[in-house]
């Protein structure tokens, strides 16, 4: 198997596992531990995987460009996007969070609706459609995250209300709650959540049990979750409605 083959395939592995030893990873490609160490090395140059104790291999996710995050799990994003969208009644009015799982929402959405986002790919992606009201909110490009924030997004998101905010997730835990990675894309979901009737979490598998430094809300706040396989570590949460499936 050619190196850049190889290495697709340990990364596919660890997008689906969440992590997975040198071992479990040379057996299963059929090469040395040496090999697999060269790949992870790679991997981890590229940003895409660390390191961690006893010879685990993790997705990087908080490091990883939007761009690098888009590629993973691309049909069950598109599967909770569908999934999502058909939960939305028509004429409703949405905050929508940056983030590729969200772009698959959007893509699903049938009008008539009003969107409102800082996510610009979104905004192109609905910019044509005439059964939906667009409004981006500007402000300071994010490169790195693809979404536009600070002090000039948040005053512009104050001007707004909505029946519903739909929220990506940088990291989820059933006792710290949703949370960020940055300040910045965590201040704006607290926003949409501050202006919303309703709080709605799309997540794949990979963001679970995860916390990032910047808090958004606890699990009591969010009303809706929509998830690609059952969360065991979830707990009782009567107040919270969870959907799984897209898996």
């Not at 990087?60 to 999934?83: A, D, F, H, Y």
């Not at 000039?152 to 960020?180: K, N, P, V």
């Not at 926003?191 to 919303?196: F, I, K, R």
């Amino acid at each position: 198997m050619h190196k850049t083959a190889r290495q697709k395939y340990v990364l596919d592995i660890i997008t689906e596992q969440g992590q997975a030893s040198i071992t479990e990873l040379a057996e299963r490609l059929q090469v040395s531990a040496d090999t697999i160490r060269r790949d992870l090395t790679d991997l981890e140059k590229q940003g895409l995987a660390q390191k961690n104790h006893g010879g685990a291999i993790a997705l990087k996710l908080s490091t990883m460009t939007r761009v690098s995050r888009n590629s993973l799990l691309p049909e069950i994003k598109q599967r909770l996007g569908k999934q999502v969208a058909q939960c939305v009644p028509a004429g409703s009015t949405l905050f929508l969070d940056a983030g590729s799982t969200l772009l698959a929402v959007a893509s699903f959405l049938q009008g008539p609706l009003t969107i409102i986002t800082p996510s610009l790919d979104i905004a192109q992606q609905v910019s044509e459609r005439e059964d939906i009201d667009l409004i981006l909110l500007g402000g300071k490009w994010d490169q790195k995250q693809r979404l536009f924030a600070g002090s000039a997004t948040l005053s512009l998101l104050s001007r707004y209300r909505a029946d519903i905010a739909i929220l990506g997730a940088c990291a989820i835990h059933a006792e710290l709650g949703l949370s960020a990675s940055q300040e910045a894309d965590a201040e704006v979901k607290r926003a949409m959540l501050a202006a919303s009737q309703a709080h709605w979490v799309v997540a794949d598998h990979l963001k679970l049990n995860q916390c990032e430094p910047y808090l958004v809300s606890g699990l009591s706040e969010i009303h809706q979750l929509f998830l690609d396989r059952p969360w065991a570590e979830l707990g009782d949460h009567s107040a919270l409605q969870v959907t799984v499936g897209a898996h």
